[in-house]
């Protein structure tokens, strides 16, 4: 009974280790298939090496609201960016990966931006963006198109920031209206600070009274009468 009961307790435990290398095994290949499939749904741009500036920028704005919306790991952010590259831009890559490799370096989807906007998006543009960052206000966009750009243009601001301040940029940037109700609800979450400013202008929106072109119809000036559009002018 006791050689049972080591035999049944051995058994367990073999279970258990298996059970727990499964878990911790990470995706299966068919898993990634079906991910990588997904991915190529949300038709991500290739990038060639284009010489035009706005072209890599635009790449990798592109490719990071489709992980967002994918919810991407760090390393799956990576191998998606590496399969979009082609031509020049692939061969680029290759060389750059591998000499950083060499070195120590650990290559995932943080180095991989930076060098690839060392590469194709030079100090020189990094630093107008900057300064374009600390000018943004909302002015005629909405609090989405405003949300998007402030995010965009954050990247390329090159002190250390906390959520807070992100939030206290944003909210000094909006218009007066939409301002002087967010500013003192003081959200520390970027997130949440874009929403309640999303709730507060459809709120506002729906207070302002359509803009009418011209006057009520049949209405006269201080001057006389009007000549309406169809008459014939005076010989």
Not at 167 to 190: H, Q, S
Request: include cysteine; charge should be positive; charged fraction near 30%.
């Amino acid at each position: 009974m006791e050689m049972m009961a080591m035999a049944m307790q051995y058994q367990t435990a073999h279970f258990a280790r298996t059970d727990a290398k499964r878990a911790t095994a990470g995706p299966t290949r068919s898993h990634m298939s079906r991910d990588l499939a997904e991915f190529k749904k949300c038709s991500p741009p290739q990038f060639r090496g284009d010489a035009d500036l706005e072209v890599a920028d635009h790449w990798i704005c592109e490719l990071e609201k489709i992980f967002s919306v994918m919810g991407c790991s760090v390393e799956r952010k990576l191998a998606y960016a590496m399969y979009m590259l082609t031509g020049e831009a692939e061969h680029w890559w290759r060389g750059t990966s591998q000499m950083l490799i060499d070195r120590g370096v650990v290559v995932d989807w943080v180095c991989f931006k930076r060098v690839f906007l060392e590469k194709y998006f030079p100090d020189s543009v990094r630093h107008a963006r900057e300064a374009e960052f600390m000018r943004l206000q909302q002015d005629e966009m909405s609090v989405t198109e405003y949300a998007m750009r402030f995010k965009h243009l954050a990247c390329f601001y090159t002190q250390a920031t906390s959520e807070a301040w992100k939030c206290r940029k944003f909210a000094e940037g909006l218009k007066y209206d939409l301002r002087r109700v967010v500013v003192p609800m003081a959200i520390t979450e970027f997130p949440a600070l874009v929403e309640k400013a999303n709730v507060v202008e459809r709120l506002e929106s729906i207070g302002k009274p359509a803009k009418t072109v011209g006057g009520p119809v049949g209405s006269k000036s201080s001057g006389g009468s009007q000549r309406k559009p169809y008459d014939r002018p005076q010989q």
